[in-house]
């Protein structure tokens, strides 16, 4: 399995960016669909944003469509989500999530990933 690190969590104010970092170990990154996960308080795990293995498709919540964008850089073992127009609704922990695969997408479920970093806190004030 692959081992993820987030970083570039903060807190912001409504309107404001963030970019959020996950790292990831080993030499087979490329092989991995990666995905963006986020949970808020008393709330499920929902997905935000998705990138297949080579960076060409990717996939978006309807609720961030637009503003957040999510790419990766195989070279760097790295993938990024960059969050414009923040909402404090956008509030929760950050995962990344990541699931070896053959295929384009693996699905959007957090069922669908096996691997999982330790999450990082956004903080979206209004």
């Known amino acids: 399995q692959v081992q993820l690190v987030e970083s570039g969590g903060g807190s912001v104010q409504a309107g404001g960016s963030l970019r959020l970092s996950c790292a990831a170990s080993?030499?087979?990154?490329?092989?991995?669909?990666m995905a963006w996960f986020r949970q808020a308080p008393g709330k499920e795990r929902e997905f935000v944003a998705g990138?297949?293995?080579?960076?060409?498709?990717?996939y978006y919540a309807d609720s961030v469509e637009g503003r957040f964008t999510i790419s990766r850089d195989n070279a760097k073992n790295t993938v990024y989500l960059q969050m414009n127009s923040l909402k404090p609704e956008d509030t929760a922990v950050y995962y990344c999530?990541?699931?070896?695969?053959?295929?384009?997408?693996?699905?959007?479920?957090?069922?669908?990933?096996?691997?999982w970093g330790q999450g990082t806190q956004v903080t979206v004030s209004s």
């Open positions: 999530a990541a699931q070896p695969t053959l295929g384009v997408w693996v699905g959007s479920r957090p069922t669908d990933f096996g691997s």
């Open positions: 990138v297949s293995r080579n960076g060409v498709r990717t």
């Open positions: 080993g030499r087979t990154f490329s092989s991995y669909a």
